[in-house]
Structures are given as structure tokens and as C-alpha cells.
């Protein structure tokens, strides 16, 4: 995996992953707002700048839309919104210009992108370096610990089954299914909506 610092497009998991020795485990630093935070590389596919969003039919603050992959409908959602780091507003696509997407699958398989605000690096580090976190487990848990990050503040370690609870998930894939069963009632002979 590339170290490509600040914007992190084109980061991507898989067979390029740098091998780690024992007991290391490679995370994607990003930041939310002023905080850092780092998902296991094994949690993200890649990093990739956010394309023009298709709202959904609800009005959801932290869901601001979802684009095609293939032949799939991702849903993105904003982490600084569900988090409870910056109040819900309407996203143009000027405020998602400079905002990349870690593209995830959630628990269950499905993708599911990740709004941040930027994507610092990608470090190395020692499972034993991540210690239990000095704040309470935020944003439903999803916070399991943090990395020392030397003279700079921690990054606080998140797992995606935390950021997505399995109510939440069972949510998410029900509005999904509903904006399938909607483009189908607008769709002729298969074509497939924009």
C-alpha cells in the first residue's frame, strides 16, 4: 500500500498491503474534524475521492447519498455527522471535493463508504501499542482503543462492526433495498437508473 499522505486516493488493501511482521498490524490514519482515527487495513478496500452522490429518498443528516460501484448502490455515510463531531448540513458537491471515501464492507459483505475529511497515512504498528482509550466508547462503541503517534495527539482506533451496529446495518440495507424498488418503478426494459 502506498503511502500517500494528506489526500490518500488510490490507497487500496489487498495483495499490495506491505507484509507485517508478528504482532503488526497496519492501519489507515484519517481525520475526522482535529482528530485522528485509524481502521485495520484489512477494513478498507481503498481510499478514493467522492464521487457526484445520488440522494436518497429519505432525508438522513449523517446518509448524504450514495453512488454506483459496478453494479451496486454504495451508500456513504458522513462519519463527522454520526460521530457527533460537526452538526448535519446538506453537502454540496463542493463540500466533497476535498473529502475522500474509504470504501469498506460493512460486517454483512455489503459496501459501504466512509466520509472523512482527510486520509493522513498509513502506519505500522505494534498490536501491543494499542492501548485502551482515555475517553468513553463513542459513537456506539465504535472506538476499541489508540495509538500513541509520538509528539502528535493519539489516533483513536475504530473497527467497522462499531461504526456500524447490526440494527444499523439491518436499517442501512433495508433503505437500500427501498431505493432498488424505487429506480425498478422508474426503469424501462432493464435500463439501469443514473
Not at 54 to 81: E, K, M, Q, T, Y
Not at 144 to 167: C, S, T, W, Y
Amino acid at each position: 500500500m502506498p503511502r500517500n499522505r494528506d489526500m490518500g486516493y488510490g490507497l487500496r488493501s489487498g495483495h499490495d498491503v506491505p507484509v507485517q511482521g508478528a504482532g503488526m498490524r497496519a492501519m489507515v490514519v484519517f481525520c475526522i474534524g482535529a482528530q485522528a482515527h485509524a481502521l485495520p487495513v484489512g477494513d478498507v478496500h481503498e481510499c478514493i475521492p467522492a464521487p457526484a452522490l445520488s440522494a436518497f429518498a429519505l432525508d438522513l443528516p449523517h446518509l448524504p447519498g450514495w453512488f454506483w460501484l459496478g453494479n451496486a448502490r454504495v451508500p456513504v455515510i458522513d462519519l463527522a455527522v454520526l460521530m457527533g463531531g460537526r452538526p448535519p448540513a446538506v453537502l454540496h458537491a463542493a463540500d466533497l471535493l476535498y473529502r475522500p471515501l474509504l470504501l469498506c464492507r460493512d460486517v454483512g459483505g455489503r459496501w459501504v463508504a466512509l466520509l472523512v475529511d482527510r486520509v493522513m497515512d498509513v502506519m505500522e504498528v505494534r498490536a501491543d501499542a494499542i492501548r485502551p482509550a482515555g475517553i468513553d466508547r463513542m459513537a456506539g462503541g465504535c472506538i476499541v482503543g489508540e495509538i500513541d503517534r509520538g509528539g502528535e495527539p493519539p489516533a483513536f482506533v475504530m473497527e467497522m462492526d462499531g461504526v456500524l451496529r447490526q440494527g444499523e446495518r439491518l436499517r442501512l440495507a433495508q433503505l437500500m433495498a427501498r431505493e432498488e424498488q424505487r429506480a425498478a418503478l422508474w426503469t424501462a426494459n432493464g435500463a439501469r437508473d443514473v
